[in-house]
């Protein structure tokens, strides 16, 4: 549903038609994965649907026709709500990383777990670098040192989570073979 | 390795009884950040100041540029800190009674140069690492973040070909450490100069190019702390 | 470094570091007064005893013009030179403690300056700038007041003669000798305290004694106190032939030396003194305040000592003085016996009225001496907190009542005054 919120947060300035809103998107959110157009269509049919938007008029400048779209008044009040909604922090333990040195402890004991941890913090490592070398480079725009911070927090967070866990990770193995 | 700036080689110190550094081998090629992380008392500082020839290794040999430091003195050791290694240390550098146009100057007094010219450098610096309001204020005057970027300043002023940072970020607040890091790793790639950059936090070790993990003194090839 | 750079880098400093520079210059300026009304005296000719032929005696023309005859007589001139170069001594000892205030913080500051690319002779010299150009200013300060003064005190008596040698100069090459003498000591003094102290671009490492200090300046106080002693005089006649005339100077030397003896050995023994007081209050002392005052003492015996060295100095000062009095009395009184012996005539010749002014002026000397030494102890006391600043404001967070805090100060300041009174005594 986070898609539908970032467009109707985009439309907030004004109305917009598909292709802008795609690219606006990308421009805005420069780390996350880039939207596709039929993701924006099928988002913007939805949001229509839902009285949340509305076809604000056609225009035909060199090339395909493109309706333009701007926000309701419930849709105005829907991105109002979901600004201030509180997102719950984390409810449940979901990570490929956590779940993988679990289940590589409960299967291939420490020597496995720790041959994986070595090579999953070299690529931690080096994402990290090349973030750190994109919000460094002369002339980085606050979008993307925005999102690289993001990016590193959450790397950072996982590398010393890694590194708390090897500390624990002969009683951690010895939990879960008793 | 050929074309090392500086290298360092069977490097051991003791502090008393207690070991710091048990042989490390340790190279830094021109123009390379290196980052030396690892929990405390690890020896990483130990290992930066025997880099920086403030401390003398106990064994093995530390050279810059084809030349031995282990074996020069005391105050020829000085002279090279003044002229070709800048240091940043977590605080307390700076002369408190000194303004900080004159901290950043003091290098550049200290080997002779005239009070204008030096202060004229010190204000470029200032000015590049955004505090050039503050050239007259002393350190105790200013933030945290502002003496560090002084700091940083005072270590870039003569244009140095090694810069040794001992946790540059360690006093100061995320933002404030974000701006130092960036603002020192983009004058030094300009400059081309090497930074031996001491940390314990990993994304401050992402400024650099390569990272060498100590774990009790010596090297962690895993980096995790599962030696052998 | 530039000559510039130098008086810049010196002159930097904080409120304490200037508060430094002003007692230190003070210190040099009394000094320089006291070397140079030393020099003054030394500077009157005239004075000698003439025999002549008939075997009469009468004094040399030079020194008629002055009302005392400490001044008028060459053989009593050195004994006032004497007691003046003696009352430099404490007021050196002030200046000795003057440069350790602050120390820390200028420590500080000079370890910033090593990480900031000075060589360690770089510091040096940027440390003893700092108390050399203070000392001269003060010498030169002090050169000044002297000025001042010989037209200030420019007096005659009823019966028109001088009561202070305001009318002669030292030699320039003296004067300048004297005015010297004072940065150079006070640099070498400096010098002394720093010598334990290794700056490095890391921070300043005090080099720690492993032992406590030896009881060894005892020897030297008891040497002092057997040259001091009138017997030792006594006998040295006795053992020489009867023919033999010792020199004039031979007793004011041996008293000058037993003062230095007693005085070194004192001052250098507080520290095995206030060792000692601090083991034993650790031992039989009860509550907090003689445990931590006893502890500290142990720890740095001669901060201790320092703090008290200057007033003991003054003390023993004191001491040598009125022994040099009572020196001057026995001689009085032998020469008079003598006189009387060989031609009553002129045995009348010494009134004694000069022998009061001898006292008087002795009085002045040990009262300036004990006001510039108790001033040391304050100039030590203030040292002493402020070098200290951060533990004591750490101990009193950590729950110390303020009131043991201060008792602990006292019971740390005066402990080794007292047994090193004594001893003094």
């Known amino acids: 549903m986070s898609t539908a919120h970032v467009l109707l947060g985009l439309l907030a300035g004004g109305p917009r038609h598909g292709y802008d809103l795609k690219r606006a998107h990308d421009d805005r959110l420069p780390q996350a994965k880039p939207l596709a157009y039929g993701q924006v269509y099928a988002t913007l049919g939805r949001l229509e649907r839902d009285g949340l938007v509305a076809q604000s008029g056609q225009d035909q400048e060199a090339g395909p026709e493109r309706t333009s779209y701007e926000l309701t008044e419930l849709g105005r009040e829907r991105l109002a709500a979901w600004l201030t909604e509180v997102e719950p922090p984390a409810p449940y333990v979901s990570s490929v990383l956590f779940n993988k040195v679990v289940v590589a402890l409960l299967a291939g004991g420490t020597d496995q777990a720790t041959g994986y941890l070595t090579a999953q913090r070299v690529a931690h490592m080096t994402r990290m670098r090349e973030l750190t070398a994109t919000k460094t480079r002369p002339g980085a725009s606050v979008g993307d040192v925005v999102a690289a911070d993001y990016a590193i927090g959450h790397l950072d967070a996982d590398l010393r989570w890694l590194q708390t866990t090897l500390a624990r990770v002969a009683e951690l193995q010895k939990e879960v073979t008793s | ?228 | 470094m530039r000559p510039g750079t130098l008086i810049r880098l010196s002159l930097a400093g904080n409120r304490t570091d200037r508060l430094r520079a002003g007692l230190t210059a003070a210190s040099a300026a009394l000094a320089a007064v006291a070397l140079l009304a030393a020099a003054t005296v030394a500077a009157i000719h005239g004075g000698d005893f003439d025999y002549r032929p008939d075997g009469r005696r009468v004094l040399a023309p030079g020194s008629g013009q002055y009302a005392s005859a400490l001044l008028v007589e060459s053989g009593l001139r050195p004994g006032v030179i004497f007691a003046l170069v003696m009352l430099a001594l404490p007021v050196l000892a002030l200046a000795g403690q003057c440069i350790r205030l602050g120390a820390p913080a200028r420590d500080r500051r000079l370890a910033a300056l090593r990480l900031g690319g000075a060589t360690p002779g770089q510091t040096v010299v940027i440390a003893g700038a700092e108390t050399a150009a203070a000392s001269l200013l003060g010498s030169l300060a002090g050169f000044g007041v002297y000025l001042v003064l010989r037209v200030v005190l420019d007096r005659r008596d009823a019966d028109g003669k001088l009561l202070l040698p305001t009318d002669v100069l030292p030699n320039p090459l003296i004067l300048i000798l004297a005015l010297l003498l004072v940065p150079v000591l006070a640099g070498l003094i400096g010098l002394l305290l720093m010598r334990r102290v290794v700056i490095t671009p890391l921070g300043v490492v005090r080099r720690l004694r492993d032992r406590g200090p030896q009881p060894w300046p005892g020897v030297l106080i008891v040497l002092g106190l057997v040259l001091f002693a009138p017997k030792t005089l006594q006998n040295l006649l006795h053992l020489t032939p009867r023919h033999w005339r010792l020199p004039e100077w031979l007793p004011l030397a041996l008293m000058g030396a037993g003062v230095l003896c007693v005085m070194v050995g004192v001052v250098v023994g507080t520290g095995w003194i206030s060792y000692t007081a601090g083991r034993l209050l650790r031992r039989y002392g009860r509550g907090p305040v003689s445990l931590l005052s006893g502890a500290r003492l142990m720890a740095d015996p001669w901060n201790g000592s320092r703090t008290i060295g200057a007033l003991l100095a003054a003390v023993v000062f004191g001491a040598g003085t009125l022994g040099f009095r009572a020196d001057l009395a026995t001689d009085f009184a032998a020469q008079n016996r003598l006189g009387e012996l060989t031609d009553p005539a002129l045995g009348s010749a010494y009134d004694t009225g000069f022998y009061f002014g001898a006292i008087r002026l002795v009085l002045v000397a040990v009262t300036i001496a004990l006001v510039v030494a108790a001033g040391g102890v304050l100039v030590a006391l203030a040292e002493g907190i402020v070098a200290r600043r951060r533990t004591y404001a750490a101990m009193t967070a950590g729950g110390v009542p303020r009131s043991k805090l201060g008792a602990m100060l006292l019971v740390v300041t005066l402990v080794p005054l007292l047994p090193a009174l004594l001893l003094a005594r």
């Open chain 2, 1 to 228: 390795m050929t074309g090392a700036l500086l290298s360092g080689t069977g490097i051991t110190k003791s502090y008393g009884a207690t070991p710091a550094l048990r042989g490390i081998d340790v190279t830094v090629g021109e123009g390379e950040i290196v980052a030396i992380t690892g929990p405390s008392g690890c020896g990483k500082s130990t290992l930066l100041h025997c880099l920086a020839g403030i401390l003398r290794a106990d064994e093995g040999s530390v050279v810059y540029r084809e030349q031995d430091l282990s074996l020069w003195s005391e105050a020829s050791r000085s002279r090279l800190r003044r002229t070709e290694f800048g240091v940043l240390f977590q605080f307390g550098q700076l002369v408190p009674e000194l303004t900080a146009a004159e901290n950043v100057a003091l290098p550049l007094l200290l080997a002779g140069s005239g009070r204008r010219d030096a202060r004229e450098a010190a204000l470029g610096w200032l000015a590049r690492f955004g505090v050039a309001d503050m050239a007259d204020k002393r350190p105790p005057a200013m933030s945290g973040g502002q003496q560090q970027r002084c700091a940083a300043a005072r270590a870039l002023v003569t244009g140095p070909r090694v810069i040794f940072a001992d946790e540059p970020t360690g006093a100061l607040d995320q933002l404030s450490g974000e701006q130092v890091m960036t603002a020192m790793v983009q004058a030094v790639r300009e400059q081309g100069s090497a930074v031996v950059l001491v940390t314990h936090e990993a994304p401050v070790a992402a400024y650099a190019d390569r990272e060498i993990v100590l774990r009790d003194g010596a090297i962690d090839p895993s980096g995790i702390g599962i030696v052998g």
